[in-house]
């Protein structure tokens, strides 16, 4: 989606030429899964694939918002009529983020805004945060608020979590806002602190394929706030702040204090992925890319035995494609759905994408979409 495209469909929209134009991607997360509400680890990084936003601000105190991807004329709000609990769709994403500036005490008289984008939705890709984070850097900067990337990604996981009433965590808007070209971002998820490390696979003849199942997730239902529950039971019961607070060598003694077989494994999960976030670190500061492909597979079996948030679609993947010869693969994102992951050598990436699209084919499941993921900029301004 290029920057003059969209601002050209913001003026045919709103008969006025928008005052920017921003970019923020959509995300993949290499490794750390649900650790982020455990104050772990995570390890994400931007995709090519961008929500574009064309602003103008506004006067007079109406928001108006559109999405060439949604059906339908611009929805049109007031910023003081904006309160938790608000039910407008999927305007409710960018409304949040009016709303926790607002009420963050920033003023803002309103806007006018239009996106596009090219992030699959629901696909665990996190169309959601580059929608939020577009919206925040189009009025930090239009509105003058002088917030820090870090911050941003803090309202708009406010955003989400008190306006939209989705208790996600903080790794999918610091992703969007913070990544940058070439690099996972690594992602200290207590205190915020960041580090980019390297991650250039085309330089080493390698790809990373991202496989999106087409099942859709409903993130915010009961399935995600279960495994919250359990894991803060298990801190609770070990007496610690946050799960990130039991080390990995002292993982059995934990386990064995621990009553309930369901809190045991997801505890499990938590503790041995924060180690499994660690040792890709070394992996990929050492410049051993290949060597981080079964951990991303211990990853995996992980989420299914242990976490329990795969499904027979995610499995068929990763089970196919280290059949067909990948150095590593594992779902990513929340589960019950949305996408894999499959790191792969170049000259093998053809035959092992063919190898899951006939998987799936056989299985008489939806075709799914197969891309290469390129680790990109995070967001940034157009126009
Ligand atoms: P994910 O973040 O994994 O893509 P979510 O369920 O968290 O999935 O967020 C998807 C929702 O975000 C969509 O249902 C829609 O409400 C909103 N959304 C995302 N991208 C857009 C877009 N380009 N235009 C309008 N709404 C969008
Ligand atoms: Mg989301």
């Not at 928008?18 to 931007?46: K, Q």
């Not at 495994?227 to 990130?244: F, S, T, Y």
């Amino acid at each position: 989606m290029s920057g003059t495209e969209t601002a050209g469909a913001f003026e045919e929209l709103y008969g006025r030429a928008p005052e920017g134009v921003w970019a923020a991607p959509g995300r993949v997360n290499l490794i750390g899964e649900h650790t982020d509400y455990n104050d772990g680890f995570v390890m994400p990084f931007a995709l090519p694939h961008t929500t574009v936003a064309a602003v103008a601000r506004r006067d007079d105190g109406v928001l108006r918002v559109h999405s060439a991807d949604m059906p339908g004329g611009p929805v049109e709000l007031r910023v003081a009529d904006l309160a938790p609990g608000r039910e407008d769709g999927w305007a409710n994403y960018p409304a949040a983020v009016v709303w926790t500036l607002a009420d963050a005490g920033h003023t803002i008289g309103g806007a006018d805004i239009h996106i596009a984008s090219t992030v699959p939705t629901g696909a665990g890709l996190s169309s959601s945060a580059a929608l939020q984070v577009v919206v925040a850097m189009a009025l930090n900067e239009l509105y003058e608020l002088g917030l820090e990337r870090w911050r941003i990604a803090r309202l708009c996981q406010r955003a989400e979590n008190v306006y939209v009433g989705a208790p996600v965590g903080i790794m999918d808007q610091t992703a969007s806002a913070c990544c940058t070209d070439g690099h996972a971002l690594f992602l200290d998820t207590r205190d915020l602190s960041q580090r980019q490390v390297p991650f250039d696979l085309a330089a080493l003849g390698l790809r990373l394929l991202v496989v999106d199942t087409q099942v859709k997730h409903a993130h915010s239902d009961g399935e995600y706030g279960k495994r919250r529950a359990g894991c803060e039971q298990g801190a609770a019961e070990l007496g610690v702040p946050a799960l990130r607070d039991v080390p990995h060598e002292e993982l059995p003694a934990a386990l064995d204090r621990l009553t309930s077989a369901e809190v045991r494994r997801l505890v499990r999960h938590i503790v041995t992925e924060n180690h499994r976030v660690e040792r890709v670190i070394e992996l990929l500061s050492a410049g051993d890319v290949r060597a981080i492909g079964p951990v991303l597979v211990a990853g995996h079996a992980s989420l299914r035995d242990d976490f329990r948030i795969s499904c027979p679609e995610l499995d068929l993947v990763v089970d196919t494609a280290l059949t067909a010869g990948a150095l590593g693969a594992r779902m990513t994102g929340g589960g019950f759905g949305g996408s894999a992951i499959v790191l792969v050598e170049d000259a093998a990436a053809d035959t092992v994408a063919k190898a899951v699209e006939a998987a799936f084919d056989e299985a008489g499941f939806t075709a799914p979409r197969v891309f290469t993921a390129v680790p990109s900029a995070g967001a940034r301004r157009l126009v």
